[in-house]
Nanobody, 115 residues
Framework: QVQLVESGGGLVQSGGSLRLSCVAS???????MGWYRQAPGKQREFVAK????????TVADSVRGRFSISRDVSKRKMYLQMNSLKPEDTAVYFC?????????WGQGTQVTVSS
């Protein structure tokens, strides 16, 4: 079992920045990890991911150029730096870790962007 805990959400004005963190209870080395978000009344959608095998990152078109993903394996943490936030970025943001055939999710952290 792996526990994921997100933090760093909050209320920010349009154009502002936030940095989300996700800490895992176990090692994240050798595993892909990602961020998803879910706005009220909408399905959960992909935001960004780190692909271990390629050592690469991928971000959704809707956030490209504004959001970036990174991680610190030694601290078992993953980050989502969010800049130039827009009201449409308002959502609950979830940390995601597929590991050993199971899918782990955090409880989510609320991000609200006011116009």
């Amino acid at each position: 079992q792996v526990q994921l805990v997100e933090s760093g959400g909050g209320l920010v004005q349009s154009g502002g920045s936030l940095r989300l963190s996700c800490v895992a209870s176990g090692s994240i080395q050798y595993y892909d990890m990602g961020w998803y978000r879910q706005a009220p009344g909408k399905q959960r959608e992909f935001v960004a991911k780190f692909t271990e095998s390629w050592g690469s990152t991928t971000v959704a078109d809707s956030v490209r150029g504004r959001f970036s993903i990174s991680r610190d394996v030694s601290k078992r943490k993953m980050y989502l730096q969010m800049n130039s936030l827009k009201p449409e970025d308002t959502a609950v943001y979830f940390c995601h870790l597929p590991k050993d055939g199971l899918l782990y999710w955090g409880q989510g952290t609320q991000v609200t962007v006011s116009s």
